[in-house]
């Protein structure tokens, strides 16, 4: 009888006690914990994605970048219209025949371009309709 009625005490001992346990963990900060641990065992990831973090450079090198772009820039302008001035005083120099066979040609050499995408573009179209996915 000592033993059942110990026993008995024991299991009622063990069953409040489990109440109380639960009773802390129903709390709100317990249940958000639960639901990020269930949620990272499920999907194994972060509940947020962290973004990549931009790494800003120094004010001065972004000044000395955007300096020196606009230094290659003017270079670039600058030889163009060096390039452009010296296509010029060549065609200038050139007898009227020369500069004729030279005007003919250019015209030659666009068509012969023109024609030559126009050719691509056709084999590209053909090429389409034969491996057209049904």
Excluded: H
């Excluded at 003017?74 to 296509?87: D, H, M, Q």
């Amino acid at each position: 009888m000592k033993r059942i009625f110990s026993l008995l005490i024991l299991s009622l001992f063990i069953f409040v006690a489990g109440n109380n346990e639960v009773s802390a963990q129903s709390s709100n900060i317990f249940q958000k914990w639960k639901a990020k641990r269930i949620e990272k065992r499920i999907s194994g990831k972060k509940r947020k994605v962290s973004k990549d973090k931009k790494l800003r450079e120094p004010r001065a090198v972004r000044k000395a970048k955007k300096e020196q772009a606009r230094r290659e820039n003017e270079k670039n302008k600058a030889y163009e219209k060096f390039l452009k001035k010296n296509r010029e005083r060549y065609l200038e120099i050139q007898s009227q025949e020369v500069k004729e066979r030279i005007e003919r040609d250019k015209k030659e050499r666009k068509l012969r371009e023109r024609e030559k995408r126009r050719a691509e573009r056709k084999a590209t179209r053909r090429a389409r309709k034969k491996y057209k996915k049904k």
